[in-house]
């Protein structure tokens, strides 16, 4: 059986654990009332979380790059290869727009994006209440076009492994 590299399961691995707990601390932030501490932590760390999903995913379109993943599973019909490769892109694509759309959102309002609290990030323009209003609801509903091709992707993973008992999930486990 042909395996990705340990290094494409590591970058795998820990940005699926970042997006999950990114889209996580998203909800629960969103729904403390008012302006408090803890909201502000919150936001800071959605942010800091945001960055370093941006940050591995660059990494590791660059690995991809160099280092190709295997080739498909013998046995899988062409139209589920297709959609998985369809699929592959669209995650590669959300993973960058989705943490862009939050920077330029948070821009927009006015907020700096300060990483781990000790790096701030240049603001790409001027606060603006109108685009402001336009980005909000483009982070949302790219993070839940995110969220939904997670779940897919994870249903997938698991029919495969448990009904269709091929290689796909172990090619990706350590």
Not at 58 to 85: E, K, Y
Not at 150 to 164: E, I, P, R, W
């Amino acid at each position: 059986m042909e395996r990705y590299t340990r290094t494409a399961m590591v970058l795998h691995w820990l940005i699926a654990l970042l997006i999950i707990a990114a889209f996580t601390m998203g909800l629960v932030m969103v729904d403390i009332p008012g302006f408090t501490p803890t909201k502000l932590k919150y936001f800071s760390w959605h942010k800091w979380l945001g960055v370093t999903v941006l940050a591995l995913a660059a990494l590791r379109l660059l690995w991809r790059h160099r280092n190709r993943p295997p080739a498909p599973v013998a046995g899988i019909a062409p139209w589920q290869s297709r959609a998985a490769d369809v699929t592959h892109v669209l995650l590669y694509i959300l993973m960058f727009a989705v943490p862009l759309s939050g920077y330029l959102y948070t821009t927009a309002a006015g907020v700096p994006v300060v990483y781990l609290g000790l790096w701030q990030i240049p603001a790409a323009f001027e606060a603006d209440t109108a685009l402001k209003a336009t980005l909000k609801p483009v982070h949302y509903w790219l993070t839940m076009a995110l969220a939904a091709l997670v779940v897919m992707h994870v249903a997938a993973a698991l029919k495969h492994h448990f009904v269709d008992r091929d290689d796909i999930l172990k090619r990706m486990l350590p």
